[in-house]
């Protein structure tokens, strides 16, 4: 199946209020042209090198939104900030604040997803809902950045209800945030669902899912 094709069956049910990513890391640039063509604008990367080297190849194609997606390094915050437009993978206080101060000295301004682990994961960054619950004030003290809202990937073998039942809780979550006193965190953004569980993200009201293999096939690693 080509990509084009690909990504008019996903959109096809897909409900206007969320916006389709195009996970393109270890995806050739000629790939990516293609599903720029059949009308992708968002691209998620997770390596900067990688992506740095994609947008000079794809200079031409100037209204591209950049996603990292990626654990980032605080030796690699500066690039980060210079190239991305958004940052879904902002796991630690440290990293969030490091983040904030350089988007003021480059006077740009990231949006930002928390990436927080519904549930206990070894193998994953983020925040715990505890360990979020406890940086909030801190959280909102960022001057730069715009902190849109939750990120969240499931651990591996999870059911299709123990699925459901992680984004409906990152969903309760992020409300919780948004309505809680005294802070400006206005969560408006749900960064979950991937090429296999979107649907689960969905139906608990996902905005951004990130696509991967559904669109441009399996790759060789992750
Ligand atoms: C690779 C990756 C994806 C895409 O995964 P697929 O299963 O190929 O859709 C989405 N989100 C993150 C954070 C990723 O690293």
């Excluded at 003021?104 to 960054?125: A, N, T």
């Excluded at 940086?135 to 950045?145: A, G, K, S, V, Y």
């Excluded at 669902?193 to 899912?209: C, F, H, K, V």
Aim: a negative charge; hydrophobic letters at 40%.
């Amino acid at each position: 199946m080509t990509i084009a094709h690909n990504i008019e069956t996903i959109r096809r049910d897909l409900p206007a209020s969320v916006k389709l990513m195009a996970v393109s890391k270890q995806v050739s640039v000629a790939q990516m042209r293609e599903a720029y063509a059949a009308g992708i604008r968002d691209f998620g990367e997770s390596r900067i090198q990688e992506a740095q080297a994609k947008q000079q190849e794809l200079s031409d194609l100037s209204d591209i939104c950049w996603h990292l997606i990626g654990h980032l390094q605080g030796n690699k915050v500066r690039k980060a900030v210079q190239i991305f437009d958004w940052i879904h993978s902002v796991d630690s206080l440290k990293l969030l604040h490091q983040i904030d101060r350089v988007a003021g000295e480059l006077s740009k301004s990231p949006r930002i997803c928390l990436q927080v682990k519904i549930l206990p994961d070894p193998d994953k960054y983020g925040w715990t809902i505890p360990e979020l619950i406890a940086d909030l004030t801190q959280i909102n003290c960022c001057e730069f950045i715009k902190i849109s809202g939750l990120m969240a990937i499931p651990p591996l073998g999870l059911t299709i209800e123990q699925t459901q039942e992680l984004f409906d809780n990152a969903r309760d979550l992020s409300h919780q945030i948004s309505q809680q006193p005294g802070l400006q965190l206005q969560m408006t953004e749900l960064s979950m669902g991937m090429s296999g569980d979107y649907r689960s993200a969905i139906a608990a009201g996902t905005t951004i899912i990130r696509l991967g293999s559904i669109i441009f096939g399996d790759r060789t690693e992750n």
